[in-house]
């Protein structure tokens, strides 16, 4: 029976790990694959790889979290086997509605309602978890605001990624042993962006293991019956075959989503989330890397889209019935091209505060951040009053 109940978590786990694998590639791979610098098995490959290193590491933070800080007890097998079933319930729910609800929310309220239902609930860590939930989305915004009202105008007038025709690198057969050499259209420039691009995917592949394989990997951890690397071995495994499948399509749908938004824009989005997610993780918090990433553009939008007024006007202007629009952060303007001085009209072709931000919009994503782990904690409070006995 044990035998029976363990492999049906596992395949739990895999279910969830192969979903969030699907989701964080697209997130962390879709811009550089869709501007062509890296090509999607091999995105697929980095991120099995740097996944696996992130929950092996500062994962493990977060594992103790989920798996004891939130109740007072250690989870049952059985009780992690319904934690990973509401779970997965939050991911179908997240599909419907068409909206990333972050996972690791998803998880910490399935688990809470467990505490809730046997009183052993630990306030003062779940109080610390939804502080952090609430001041994350915060900080992302206004670091994106600040980046794109200040900083990235800057560094688009002085950094160009290049992406030329032809392979970046290709193999000189001339003498005995195969030696690597530029492509035909190849710049050093080329190579030391194409160099950074990769850095910061790897490095956001990193955040998503360390804040999504507790999320598939500790209800089964401990008590529950599963020594914590395998368990972390087994989340990775299923979130890399996510990468190699669905996520293709997910990297075509957020490199295209994308798509209006420069290269560079992307990655200092991509970093401000990583950081965020990564540091979070570190000191134990179950954090979403999608809430960072997903304020972060908007934040990014707002701060670009509103330097030709003040930051009261911005904030306080009539946004009508316009929708958040995560790919029109700059819309025709070209890299390299100097931005005009905050206070001045931009150009033709840049997009206006009001097509970037809409507080509706906004509202809109964290109201279901709020509705996704209330739903998956009301329904894990239900289940396990009724059925006490799989405690």
Known sequence: MVGTLLLIGIVASIFVGFNIGGSSTGIAWGPPVGAGIVKKTTAAALMTFFVFLGGWTVGRNVMDTLSEGIITIDLTLSAGVAVLFFIGLGILIAN???????????TVGAIAGLGLATGTLNYATIAEIVAWWIVTPIIGFWIGGVIGRYIYPEVNRRVQIEKSD?????????????KPTFGPNTTWSEIGSTAVVLVIGCYMAFSAGASNVPNAAAPLVGEAGLEANIAIVIAT?????????????????????????????????????????TLLSWIGIPISLVMATVMTIVGIGWGRATR???????????????????????????????????????????????????????????????????????LAYGFFILVPGVV
């Open 96 to 106: 419907i509605f068409g909206v990333p609800v972050p996972t690791s929310m998803t």
């Open 166 to 178: 032809g392979p970046l690198l290709t193999l000189e057969r001339d003498g005995k042993i195969p």
């Open 308 to 378: 030709p007024i003040t930051v009261r006007e911005a904030v306080t202007q009539d946004t009508k019935e316009s929708e958040v629009v995560p790919g029109a952060i700059t819309a025709d303007e070209m890299e390299g091209k100097p931005a005009a001085p905050i206070g001045e009209e931009e150009p033709e072709g840049v997009l206006k505060a009001g097509d970037l931000f809409n507080p509706r919009a906004v509202m809109k994503y964290i109201s279901m951040w709020i509705i996704g782990p209330s739903v998956s904690t009301l």
């Open 237 to 277: 495994l299923a979130i890399g075959v996510g990468g190699f499948t669905i996520a293709r399509r997910t990297m075509d749908s957020v490199g295209g989503e994308l798509s209006d938004i420069p290269l560079l824009a992307a990655l200092f989005v991509m970093v401000t989330a990583s950081t965020i997610t």
